[in-house]
């Protein structure tokens, strides 16, 4: 990828780029993605949504589920505009690179006229995830709540004690956004919220809860609330619906307790991120309550 390019894909004026990044795949991009573009859309924006990862497609399999829910449903389901690339072919490490920056670019270009973008990368280093992750306004990198998922951020050494230096996909980060500044970008807002929590107070739990403050102090980035284990979004997946779908009288889902705690979660992120104006998040956040 050649430096001199990125500048004219360095948002200024155009879409907020939101990117899920993390090299260890089951992390919950995906799902977190999809909840993102979901709340984006009934805050009324304009929403593109770009997958890296078209081998697998756990997003475009998302959104077709949901378009062909969308079928049935009594009222609209809002959608993004799609896109899908996958991974260039070509013989050479340069020939790839550049087929990729170009996908890449022709992509954002398709979604020029969003207020958002929301990009979904694979869980596995590429030339095409990098080149996304120096274009994104917001990273969040879900991260699930084990050391071995922590050990891709930071090395742990003394027994889980305390971090002996960032790891390989801090440093990638950390050069994206080298590369970002250097073009004159903004800085990254990188957010990394811990998934798959348990609800129990285990030491487990409060030891990477420390780690991940040192480690946060040490390469910049926010802790931000996320998910914890529940049925409920593995069983909206093939309807392509999220929690925030579940107050439609349409959506054929019968409330629970654990719905209601998980819907909280859900805007509690969204909170977190800082995407929308107060005023708006706020007025969102009551009409969903209807």
């Given at each position: 990828m050649q430096l001199a390019r990125l500048p004219d894909m360095v948002n200024r004026s155009g879409p907020h780029i939101i990117v899920l990044g993390n090299e260890k795949g089951g992390s919950g991009k995906s799902t977190t993605a999809m909840h993102l573009i979901v709340a984006l859309l009934a805050a009324v924006k304009r929403v593109g949504s770009i997958d890296l990862d078209a081998r697998q497609g756990s997003l475009s399999r998302y959104v077709e589920n949901r378009r062909n829910s969308a079928a049935a449903m009594l009222t609209p389901l809002p959608m993004p505009a799609h896109v899908a690339i996958n991974q260039s072919s070509a013989d050479s490490r340069a020939a790839a690179q550049a087929e990729d920056e170009a996908n890449l670019v022709a992509a954002l270009d398709q979604l020029r006229e969003c207020d958002f973008i929301v990009i979904d990368t694979?869980?596995?280093?590429?030339?095409?995830?990098?080149?996304?992750?120096?274009?994104?306004?917001?990273?969040?990198?879900?991260?699930?709540?084990?050391?071995?998922?922590?050990?891709?951020?930071?090395?742990?050494e003394d027994e889980g004690n305390s971090i002996r230096r960032p790891s390989v996909y801090a440093e990638t980060v950390w050069e994206q956004r080298k590369r970002r500044a250097?073009?004159?970008?903004?800085?990254?807002?990188?957010?990394?919220?811990?998934?798959?929590?348990?609800?129990?107070?285990?030491?487990?739990?409060?030891?990477?809860?420390?780690?991940l403050e040192q480690l946060s102090r040490r390469i910049g980035f926010r802790i931000a609330p996320g998910f914890t284990e529940r049925v409920i979004f593995r069983e909206l997946f093939p309807r392509g619906l999220t929690l925030l779908d579940l107050s439609r009288a349409d959506a054929g889902v019968q409330w629970r307790m654990s719905h209601v705690a998980?819907?909280?979660?859900?805007?509690?992120?969204?909170?977190?991120?800082?995407?929308?104006?107060?005023?708006?998040?706020?007025?969102?956040?009551?009409?969903?309550?209807?």
């Open positions: 694979p869980g596995a280093d590429s030339a095409l995830s990098r080149a996304a992750h120096s274009r994104a306004d917001t990273l969040i990198s879900p991260l699930n709540d084990s050391f071995l998922d922590l050990d891709l951020f930071g090395r742990i250097m073009a004159g970008g903004r800085p990254i807002d990188w957010v990394v919220m811990r998934n798959r929590l348990s609800s129990l107070d285990a030491r487990n739990k409060r030891d990477i809860g420390r780690l998980a819907r909280a979660e859900v805007r509690d992120l969204l909170d977190a991120l800082n995407l929308l104006p107060t005023s708006e998040s706020a007025m969102h956040r009551r009409e969903a309550e209807i």
